[in-house]
């Protein structure tokens, strides 16, 4: 679970880099009392020292790769191997769908 302090950070991080300003833990620290939150004095710091060793468009265009391998190995190793596999539930055939069309979609939003 992420704390108020990381994700104010990293948010920040992403605005400068958006932005194209240098990411320093002083820009970062502006950034996050302008939005009026407090967070503990060496988040700043540390998203620095990240974003100076670390290519900030990589970590962006990666952000899914690393938690999907992670969560894959936590799980494959907490879960204990059984021999029952359950049914898959099977799709209800005779039900039938009315798909509306966008004018009767937009009506709707106003009746």
């Given amino acids: 679970m992420s704390s108020t302090g990381e994700l ?3 948010y920040a991080c992403l ?12 820009k970062i620290g502006t950034l996050v009392k302008a ?3 407090q967070v503990e004095s060496y988040w700043p710091s540390l998203f620095d020292k990240l974003c100076e060793k670390k290519n900030v468009d990589e970590l962006i265009m990666n952000v899914s ?5 992670a969560s894959t190995g936590a799980v494959a190793t907490a879960a204990p191997a059984t ?10 055939m005779h039900e ?3 798909e509306e069309s ?3 979609a937009m ?5």
């Fill in 15 to 26: 605005i400068l880099h958006d932005e194209g300003i240098p990411i320093t833990g002083e």
């Fill in 96 to 98: 039938e769908k009315k």
């Fill in 102 to 104: 966008d004018d009767e």
């Fill in 8 to 10: 104010a950070c990293t």
């Fill in 83 to 92: 021999d029952h596999v359950a049914p898959a539930a099977a799709p209800n």
């Fill in 35 to 37: 939005a009026n939150l």
């Fill in 65 to 69: 790769s690393g938690g999907a391998a």
């Fill in 107 to 111: 009506f709707s939003l106003f009746d």
